[in-house]
């Protein structure tokens, strides 16, 4: 479990709780995960519009945290590359940008976003699933964002 629940990041706490439609269920769920009782104008990886991560596209950025993270010793699989043969390519919706891994026996999950873009209701279902399997799944904005998932899944207790 991390420092908010399942979830990886306090931003992933916060629009999960967005879903949350009664009230008093909001705010017991906010206590049980330790955050404070009113949402955060800015959760911790969320970049507005207005702001900018240094890539035009999520591609651009996609690239350079692939390139950055086999760089570190991580393999990654991506989503949605297209096939060898040129034929469809089927996944399940919502299911993340990158799958990050390497020896011995970690795993992660990236989400990668442009500034003012948030993960979609099919993405954090998809999340939500994922941290229930004991994963972790962080949506980062940032290529500063990323590495420090990286970090932190290499930091984490081996099981």
């Known amino acids: 479990m991390s420092r908010y629940g399942t979830f990886s990041t306090r931003a992933d706490a916060e629009a999960y709780l967005e879903r949350v439609k009664d009230p008093a269920r909001r705010a017991q769920a906010r206590q049980d995960l330790g955050l404070p009782t009113g949402p955060a104008s800015l959760p911790d990886t969320y970049l507005p519009a207005s702001h900018s991560n240094g890539y035009l596209t999520e591609a651009l950025f996609q690239a350079d945290v692939v390139r950055n993270l086999t760089a570190f010793g991580w393999a990654v699989q991506q989503t949605l590359l297209g096939?060898?043969?040129?034929?469809?390519?089927?996944?399940?919706?919502?299911?993340?940008?990158?799958?990050?891994?390497?020896?011995?026996?970690?795993?992660?999950?990236?989400?990668?976003?442009?500034?003012?873009?948030?993960?979609?209701?099919?993405?954090?279902?998809?999340?939500?699933?994922?941290?229930?399997?004991?994963?972790?799944?962080?949506?980062?904005?940032?290529?500063?964002?990323?590495?420090?998932?990286?970090?932190?899944?290499?930091?984490?207790?081996?099981?």
């Open 83 to 159: 096939s060898a043969g040129n034929g469809s390519v089927y996944y399940t919706p919502g299911w993340p940008d990158l799958q990050v891994y390497r020896a011995p026996r970690r795993l992660f999950f990236l989400e990668l976003k442009q500034p003012g873009k948030k993960p979609s209701e099919a993405q954090l279902a998809a999340h939500a699933r994922l941290r229930l399997a004991g994963f972790r799944v962080t949506v980062a904005y940032t290529l500063d964002q990323a590495l420090a998932a990286a970090q932190e899944e290499l930091c984490a207790p081996s099981y």
